[in-house]
T-cell receptor
Framework: LAKTTQPISMDSYEGQEVNITCSHNNIATNDYITWYQQFPSQGPRFIIQGYKTKVTNEVASLFIPADRKSSTLSLPRVSLSDTAVYYCLVGDRGNTPLVFGKGTRLSVIA | EPEVTQTPSHQVTQMGQEVILRCVPISNHLYFYWYRQILGQKVEFLVSFYNNEISEKSEIFDDQFSVERPDGSNFTLKIRSTKLEDSAMYFC?????????????FGSGTRLTVV
């Protein structure tokens, strides 16, 4: 499984756009990039998944450059409730067990 | 939105006792998982289960652990003789393809405290 590297923590003010970048230099051809969100004392929650270019849903956008060696999760206009740990995971789009890193702890400040 | 339900939300047990953690996965999912998260640490994979048998397990999932799908809806994790280091949040998950891609739905977890 490709190893991922992301910042340990980030701070943001409410209403700002937050971009969290993840490096995955050894991503394989079959690998997809998936982001999860975890609130304290809750299970991780699937946010978004992509293979290349840009993916957008009602929660976030995911930008993936052509070389796919990194990806950026973009959260538009964050609120206090977006304070959570965000995990970037890389793996095939199947039932392979997820391997979580330490994630990025996002703190949104009023 | 369909949910994965876990019970109990919190379990306190004495060292050496057996515990059973219960999960009801989403009904049309076929793959089921247990993960754990020790306080302040990463979410760790324990075991995956498909077609009524273990499909993959981690080094953590030793002989003290077992999983079962006793009645076609519940999915249980049993720890035979708990140790202090088993204290953690235990998350059940089930997986399927969604409109957003292949995703896993996690339950809210069971906080296990071994004293």
């Amino acid at each position: 499984l490709a190893k991922t590297t992301q910042p340990i923590s980030m701070d943001s003010y409410e209403g700002q756009e937050v971009n969290i970048t993840c490096s995955h230099n050894n991503i394989a051809t079959n690998d997809y990039i998936t982001w999860y969100q975890q609130f304290p004392s809750q299970g991780p929650r699937f946010i978004i998944q992509g293979y290349k270019t840009k993916v957008t849903n009602e929660v976030a956008s995911l930008f993936i450059p052509a070389d796919r060696k990194s990806s950026t999760l973009s959260l538009p206009r964050v609120s206090l409730s977006d304070t959570a740990v965000y995990y970037c995971l890389v793996g095939d789009r199947g039932n392979t067990p997820l391997v979580f890193g330490k994630g990025t702890r996002l703190s949104v400040i009023a | 939105e369909p949910e994965v339900t876990q019970t109990p939300s919190h379990q306190v047990t004495q060292m050496g006792q057996e515990v059973i953690l219960r999960c009801v996965p989403i009904s049309n999912h076929l793959y089921f998982y247990w993960y754990r998260q020790i306080l302040g640490q990463k979410v760790e994979f324990l075991v995956s289960f498909y077609n009524n048998e273990i499909s993959e397990k981690s080094e953590i999932f030793d002989d003290q652990f077992s999983v079962e799908r006793p009645d076609g809806s519940n999915f249980t994790l049993k720890i035979r003789s708990t140790k202090l280091e088993d204290s953690a949040m235990y998350f059940c998950a089930s997986g399927s393809m969604t409109g957003l891609g292949y995703g896993y739905t996690f339950g809210s977890g069971t906080r296990l405290t071994v004293v």
